[in-house]
């Protein structure tokens, strides 16, 4: 038996990062362990254990990737050509890292280890854009059909702290596009009213652990969201609210090699293992509110919002009670310029 120090490390990693009322489903390719004694069947414990961390830290990143809002304090769509709001947030779910040093075994099929589940943040930065496209087509005090691109960009830091890192492969940024279709634009008496959608990428990046002899890379971690959301907004003098609903359906995927020594029947022992096509799919129903205050064109907004439990993604490996897919709550604070 040895400690679980390293896929520990993958996990604290990922909850550091600045990943329904449907489904779930985390699914792996093949478990694949190279061991230096013949006959000796290494890797099964190991890899369960990594499929059960990888379901359920990744909805908790995708709920923080998803958000609310697709542009913080604002419902309806900005009113034509030119016309522009930017928004600069950091959106962080409330949610639990494991906390417990368990054993891994080495040798023999999976056992069920209890990781423990610590209340902590997982916060994703980003920077978010609309820019008019069409105003639509007059109707009274407000207007009917307009279109907003949305733009927008998720920040990742590089992080090495003792046997931990964190590197993005190719950049610490990662790329946002959607639309935003205006029913009602927001008047003197009318409120805001609009659908959007919105992909949202956070950077490819490897997760990396090392102590001693023993090592363990998390490769090619990539999640992504697809968001819609139908809002609702209105301002009254400097003060601003909005509230919407919609749907998330969340993918992450990434692979996991992992080296191992141990001495079995007195014989020194190193294994190779490789868990390949991790993949976790989840659809998740979201509510939230937006309170704003300030000037017409600086805004600073506070969100507060809620992504419903789905079916669980049964684990073999326990959290405390704490179930992979279960709801969060999530929080953003940021500020809007409208220009």
Known sequence: MRTMRGLMGFVVAAAVLPMSELGAQTTAGTCVATVSVVGITAGQDACTKARDLFAFMLPQVGVALSGGNPVLGEGGTLGGWGKRAVSVRVTAVDG????????????????????GAMRAPVPVPSVDAAIGLFAGMPAGLTNLGGVDVLLGATYMPDVSQNEFSVAPQTSNFA????????ALQESSLVPGVSVSYMRRKLPTTTLGYASGNDSISVSNLAA??????????????????????????????????????????????????????????????????NASLGLSILRLVGEYGYSAAGETDPTTNTFDGRKANEGYRYGSLGITVRF
Do not use: H, W
Request: net charge positive; proline share 3%; no cysteine.
């Open 96 to 115: 639990s890292i494991p906390d417990n040093t368990v054993p891994i075994a080495l040798q023999g099929a999976s056992r069920s280890s209890n990781f």
């Open 175 to 182: 790329f946002s596009y959607g639309v935003r279709v205006g």
């Open 224 to 289: 992504t969201s697809n968001s819609l959301r139908l809002v609702v907004s209105k301002r009254v003098a400097i003060f601003g609210v909005a509230a919407g609903v919609g749907r998330d359906q969340m993918e992450s995927t990434a692979g996991v090699d992992a080296a191992v020594n141990e001495t079995v029947l007195n014989v020194p022992n190193r294994a190779a293992i490789r868990l390949s096509d991790l993949r976790n799919a989840v659809t998740r129903n979201t509510a939230f509110v």
